[in-house]
């Protein structure tokens, strides 16, 4: 008992001693503090305002110098685009029904015999509520009895007829194909084709089918005499495709799609489409990689190659618009050739040129209209369940 009180007896003796201990005195500089620190507080919304206000300033700043740098590249008139891209506003882009459908077509160009018919033929419908795709390849053969010409040949006649007109007889004349309003045209140069590959450093295309095309025509020489070679086979080279995931540059995918003359399946319009399907899906996949998405550098390169190798009646906000349902996309893509369930191979005749021509199966096309509403609808449908509608 003794010592629990000598205890508390001192600790109380220590807590005493300890709360009469002389405060350490403060110097001028602490009590200049001191009032700071109160004028402060008593001012502290003051402060906010001022902190506030330097953010604003900051920000502003650092958009009049972005400005000038804009300017100076000729970016400021985009960043309208930038909005569309973003927030996709509907009334900036043609639609029916929650799809905006598109006719994509590659034509030859310059340097070749016949540069403006058009060998690619690929009806594309976005979904806006879902960001999906579905792509339909046409094989170029298709009779048009309108034009008394094959399909690859509309955009040809339409530029005869007026300036620009080639987009928009080649949509008019697949709308009777495929029974669906196309609210835009695209037209890809190959030889831009090829510059776009090459800017994105090639691309991956998985080969279905081993093939070797002998014939297949060399750029420049489709007039060449090969000295009096009969078969003239100084106007042709070899080429070659092995099964499997390929790694293809600019000139190698062009040859993948317009190769025609391979022995087999692999030597078929139709085969032909599939292909460039795939080559399609490997570019659009190639674009969305980190390294050329996010590079500035490779963006504007791609930009400027783009503009100069595609012909469109599509406007700067349905570009953006469609860019980000690319984004969006992810795998989401169904791709299909035109069934051949629907297509008919006449004997040659007189009354389609002599050509080598498809008709439709039934003498009209509302058998493939009714399956590709099918197809919008259900993502597959049998093709010999809608033949004889």
């Not at 500089?29 to 402060?47: E, M, P, T, Y």
């Not at 048009?144 to 080639?166: C, F, H, M, T, V």
């Not at 695209?186 to 090829?194: L, N, R, Y």
């Amino acid at each position: 008992m003794v010592k629990e009180k000598e205890s508390v007896s001192a600790t109380s003796n220590f807590s005493t001693q300890d709360s009469e201990a002389p405060k350490k005195a403060l110097t001028k500089k602490d009590i200049f503090i001191s009032r700071l620190k109160r004028r402060f507080l008593r001012n502290i919304w003051v402060a906010r305002l001022a902190i506030f206000s330097l953010i604003i300033l900051a920000i502003y700043l650092v958009s009049v110098f972005l400005g000038i740098i804009f300017n100076k590249i000729g970016i400021s008139k985009y960043t309208g685009i930038v909005y569309d891209f973003v927030f996709t506003p509907e009334k900036k882009i043609a639609t029916t029904a929650g799809r905006t459908d598109i006719l994509i077509m590659g034509k030859a160009g310059e340097g070749h015999t016949a540069p403006d018919l058009t060998d690619t033929i690929i009806f594309v419908s976005v979904s806006h509520v879902d960001s999906s795709v579905i792509l339909l390849s046409l094989p170029r053969d298709i009779w048009i009895p309108s034009l008394r010409a094959k399909l690859n040949s509309a955009y040809y006649w339409g530029n005869q007829k007026q300036e620009k007109g080639g987009l928009i007889l080649a949509k008019s004349s697949t709308e009777e194909i495929v029974g669906k309003p196309i609210h835009y045209g695209i037209i890809v140069d190959f030889s831009g084709f090829k510059r776009i590959i090459d800017v994105l450093g090639g691309i991956k295309v998985e080969v279905q089918t081993s093939f070797i095309d002998e014939k297949y025509p060399i750029a420049g020489r489709e007039n060449d005499e090969c000295d009096g070679d009969p078969d003239f086979k100084c106007r042709y080279e070899s080429v070659k495709f092995d099964a499997g995931v390929q790694s293809m540059d600019g000139e190698t995918a062009l040859k993948f799609v317009r190769s025609r003359n391979a022995e087999g399946d692999e030597g078929t319009d139709l085969a032909r489409s599939a292909r460039q399907q795939k080559v399609i899906a490997a570019t659009k996949d190639r674009v969305l990689k980190p390294d050329v998405f996010l590079s500035p550098k490779k963006m504007l390169t791609l930009w400027k190659v783009t503009k100069d190798s595609i012909e469109t009646d599509m406007d700067p906000s349905a570009v953006a618009i469609l860019a980000r349902r690319a984004v969006e996309n992810g795998q989401k893509t169904t791709s299909f050739v035109l069934p051949e369930e629907f297509l008919l191979k006449p004997p040659a005749s007189s009354l389609y040129d002599n050509l080598y021509v498809f008709l439709p199966r039934g003498e009209s096309w509302d058998g493939l209209h009714g399956w590709v509403d099918c197809v919008f609808e259900a993502g597959s449908c049998d093709p010999e369940e809608f033949v004889n509608l």
